[in-house]
């Protein structure tokens, strides 16, 4: 290599890939280490190389107009963009900084070579990454956002999917440049919960959800839309969040049916449970009064007669007796099944019927009763207080059959104009699998009770064991007195709307 022009030291320790080429016939003259490693030749074959040789895609044509251009000047140099052929028959791209030198009097082209292997590399995963992410927003049902709020409460959308015209009515580039247009979209009436879920998002740093509704001006229609998305501080202190919305119309709707079917279906119910109250109170009345007398009237007669018998007819006696004692027992069934229909004690006041109900299961279930009750004046309608009444006996009834308690505590509290009634028993307790059972009508029919009532019923684990049914009710306001149980439920179900 003495007699020929070579590299400096510096250039053969470099990491990058450096030749030296002959001017005329772009034969090989050197090249250093990083060149050689990477091509797998030693300097020796590679100096019996030329340019074509080590880059079979080049076109000699355009090779030649492309050095050409470098004229004589010394230090021009220009940039080809190639691929090198390794020993082992392998390639790779490289890009190649060309310009002219003159080393003992001889013309000479620097080569300067970087590997473009990773940046291609990189290049195509991006390329794979944005087709997958494209595939998959393209596909996402809705629109994928990106929505920026700066410092000065400037806002705008710097990246939106396809799905924006077909969701928002607006095209991508109307709501690039004036981002206002999408809160302009919102309900007046849903404009203000959308400020304050991205302002709680923002402050807590947390997920922005939100659902509302749009107007769309050009089909003329409201649109039920969800937005969710996820926000993070940009480096100028402006706050960008990542989302989806998407068209909920559909099942908004359809949930809206479902919750007015509901409601319907519990107005139905709580007028059924009022006429059967109703039923029950006439005839409750028809047995105390029409039963009632009548048996009355027989006995009395049946003591008439039996008086007249004579003594000496001992047999005739006795089924007087007899008759006498089934006309007794008669008028003991007619009491207690009127008394189950509608007892009597109703009409004195709630208070004053748990208190009778509470005696009444003591002494046929042997299960002892703690009635709690500071207050006890409580005006209720009529309605309101069968009600209650109707889920403190199911209470009870279920304790009775299933709970194996041995005592059971009642409270009735009234705060305000809300009415507080508590069963706990000391029993079993209750297990989940025991709410879904599919029989299960009675928790269900005191729900439905409580419901109607504008009220709610939970179940919990009463303290120590055994369960608690807590049921809580608002009481009429003034003037509402009398109120039936199915307008209670009119009322109730405007609210939730």
């Known amino acids: 290599m003495s007699d020929h022009p070579s590299l400096a030291a510096e250039m053969q320790s470099a990491t990058s890939e450096i030749f030296l080429f002959d001017a005329a016939t772009l034969g090989v003259v050197d090249a250093n280490q990083a060149?050689?490693?990477?091509?797998?030749?030693?300097?020796?074959?590679?100096?019996?190389?030329?340019?074509?040789?080590?880059a079979p895609s080049l076109d000699r044509a355009a090779v030649g107009e492309l050095l050409a251009g470098l004229g004589e000047d010394v230090?021009?140099?220009?940039?080809?963009?190639?691929?090198?052929?390794?020993?082992?028959?392998?390639?790779?791209?490289?890009?190649?900084?060309?310009?002219?030198?003159?080393?003992?009097?001889?013309?000479?082209?620097?080569?300067?070579?970087?590997?473009?292997?990773?940046?291609?590399?990189?290049?195509?995963?991006?390329?794979?990454?944005?087709?997958?992410?494209?595939?998959?927003?393209?596909?996402?049902?809705?629109l994928v956002y990106q929505f920026v709020l700066h410092p000065d409460g400037r806002t705008d959308f710097p990246y939106l999917s396809d799905g924006c015209q077909a969701l928002l009515g607006l095209s991508v580039l109307e709501l690039q440049h004036e981002a206002a247009l999408f809160e302009r979209l919102i309900l007046p009436d849903?404009?203000?919960?959308?400020?304050e879920a991205m302002q709680a998002s923002r402050q807590a740093m947390s997920a922005w959800n939100w659902e509302g509704r749009i107007w769309i001006d050009a089909w003329k229609?409201?649109?039920?839309?969800?937005?969710?998305?996820?926000?993070?501080?940009?480096?100028?202190?402006?706050?960008?969040?990542?989302?989806?919305?998407?068209?909920?119309?559909?099942?908004?709707?359809e949930q809206e049916e479902v919750r007015r079917s509901r409601a319907r279906l519990a107005e139905l119910t709580a007028h059924i449970e009022q006429a059967k109250e109703q039923e029950r109170t006439r005839i409750a009345r028809e047995i105390h009064d029409d039963l009632g007398g009548n048996l009355t009237a027989i006995k009395m007669a049946l003591a008439m007669l039996s008086a007249r018998l004579p003594e000496d007819q001992p047999a005739l006696l006795d089924k007087a007796a007899y008759v006498d004692d089934l006309v007794d027992r008669t008028i003991e069934a007619v009491h207690r099944i009127s008394l189950d229909l509608r007892p009597t004690t109703l009409d004195l006041g709630l208070v004053a019927a748990l208190e009778?109900?509470?005696?009444?299961?003591?002494?046929?279930?042997?299960?002892?009763v703690i009635m709690r009750c500071p207050d006890k004046d409580i005006e209720l309608d009529p309605d309101h207080a069968a009600a209650l009444f109707r889920i403190f006996q199911e209470a009870l009834t279920n304790i009775a059959k299933h709970a194996a308690a041995t005592r059971v505590t009642v409270a009735l509290r009234r705060q305000r104009q809300q009415l507080t009634l508590s069963i706990c028993d000391n029993g079993r307790g209750m297990t989940p699998a025991d709410r879904l059972k599919p029989q299960s009508f009675g928790l269900r029919g005191m729900k439905e009770r409580a419901k109607a009532l504008g009220g709610t019923l939970a179940l919990s684990p009463a303290p120590g064991g055994g369960t608690m049914v807590t049921i809580k009710t608002r009481?009429?306001?003034?003037?509402g007195a009398g109120r039936s149980a199915p307008a209670a439920l009119h009322n109730h179900a405007a609210q939730e709307e």
């Not at 060149?35 to 040789?53: E, I, Q, S, W």
């Not at 009778?356 to 002892?368: D, R, S, T, V």
């Not at 009481?475 to 003037?479: P, V």
Request: proline residues 3%; hydrophobic residues 40%.
């Open 35 to 54: 060149a050689r490693l990477n091509l797998g030749y030693d300097n020796a074959t590679l100096c019996k190389m030329n340019a074509f040789d080590l």
């Open 75 to 142: 230090g021009a140099q220009v940039v080809l963009r190639t691929r090198l052929q390794r020993a082992n028959n392998g390639s790779y791209p490289v890009k190649l900084c060309i310009l002219r030198i003159v080393r003992e009097g001889r013309s000479l082209l620097l080569a300067i070579g970087d590997d473009l292997s990773l940046e291609q590399a990189a290049v195509q995963a991006l390329e794979q990454y944005q087709a997958r992410f494209n595939a998959v927003v393209n596909n996402t049902p809705g």
């Open 190 to 195: 849903d404009r203000k919960g959308y400020q």
């Open 221 to 253: 229609d409201v649109k039920w839309i969800n937005l969710r998305a996820t926000p993070h501080l940009l480096p100028d202190g402006a706050l960008q969040w990542d989302g989806i919305m998407t068209n909920i119309t559909t099942s908004r709707e």
């Open 356 to 368: 009778w109900q509470a005696q009444e299961f003591e002494k046929q279930m042997g299960i002892a």
């Open 475 to 479: 009481l009429a306001q003034a003037g």
